[in-house]
């Protein structure tokens, strides 16, 4: 990353410091460890983020720290969304394991066209090497399938509640990284990859903010249409910060 880019990320980061979190980190901060505990021991997930640390393309912002974000919402949305059917806590687990694979794998094909379908098949391929049954692996496919936002085909139902609940965990964690992650992550990498300056992004900016509005209409799950928005417009805040500082000191630039 260019270092005048990293700069403005730090001082992203400084201003998103300054902001509270979404009560969604506070209020299920329990889970959340849960989620994190077994995503850093568990052994198989450990191996899996061995394999795939070479393949994550970075530079899209969509690599390790996207991933790793996604993995853990997955699995925390998982174990809170899983409490009404009060499932044996050895098979929330395996299924909270199972909806960290598909976070890890959901954007290694990030660069394609159709990356939710290419990620599906090339997800498939690395799956074979892990003690999954063929349920959990079709699960993890088919969450990967259908993660992306806004394409017209409507995703696939499943009718087996953990398949469907799965996809629906896997879309709502990847769509909350359109808050605060935005701003102070996938913007600058994707700033740099597309050799954007800070008068450009001053240009883009009204019109990224409003994309990352509309997204709070599409979460899926419970739990994601209560505290999404709130996380989607907690990220906004931070955005119009972030916003003013580059007219304060990038404005007269062309
Ligand atoms: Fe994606
Ligand atoms: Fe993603």
């Known amino acids: 990353m260019r270092?005048?880019?990293?700069?403005?990320?730090?001082?992203?980061?400084?201003?998103?410091?300054?902001?509270?979190?979404?009560?969604?980190?506070?209020?299920?901060?329990?889970?959340?460890?849960?989620?994190?505990?077994?995503?850093?021991?568990?052994?198989?997930?450990?191996?899996?983020?061995?394999?795939?640390?070479?393949?994550?393309?970075?530079?899209?912002?969509?690599?390790?720290?996207?991933?790793?974000?996604?993995?853990?919402?997955?699995?925390?949305?998982?174990?809170?969304?899983?409490?009404?059917?009060?499932?044996?806590?050895?098979?929330?687990?395996?299924?909270?394991?199972v909806g960290i694979f598909a976070g890890l794998l959901h954007d290694i094909c990030r660069g394609s066209k159709d990356h939710a379908a290419c990620g599906a098949r090339e997800a498939a391929k690395f799956l074979t090497e892990f003690d999954l049954n063929d349920d959990e692996v079709f699960s993890i496919v088919n969450a990967i399938r259908n993660h992306e936002a806004f394409v017209s085909a409507a995703p696939r139902l499943d009718s087996r509640q953990w398949v469907q609940l799965t996809s629906d965990c896997l879309y709502d964690a990847d769509k909350f990284r359109w808050g605060a992650d935005t701003f102070t992550h996938t913007l600058w990498y994707m700033a740099d990859y597309q050799d954007l300056g800070p008068r450009e992004l001053i240009d883009r900016f009204p019109w990224g903010m409003s994309g990352t509005y509309s997204i709070i209409e599409t979460f899926r799950t419970a739990t994601g249409r209560q505290y999404g928005p709130e996380i989607i417009e907690n990220g906004a805040e931070i955005g119009k910060e972030i916003y003013q500082y580059l007219l304060q000191h990038f404005r007269e630039e062309s």
């Open 3 to 97: 270092e005048s880019i990293r700069r403005l990320q730090r001082e992203a980061e400084r201003i998103a410091s300054k902001h509270p979190l979404p009560e969604f980190y506070t209020r299920f901060r329990a889970e959340t460890a849960a989620a994190r505990k077994l995503f850093f021991n568990d052994p198989q997930i450990s191996r899996l983020r061995k394999i795939l640390e070479p393949r994550y393309v970075e530079e899209l912002g969509h690599g390790t720290f996207h991933c790793t974000r996604v993995s853990i919402d997955t699995a925390t949305l998982l174990l809170i969304e899983t409490v009404p059917q009060r499932p044996e806590a050895s098979a929330v687990e395996r299924l909270m394991t």
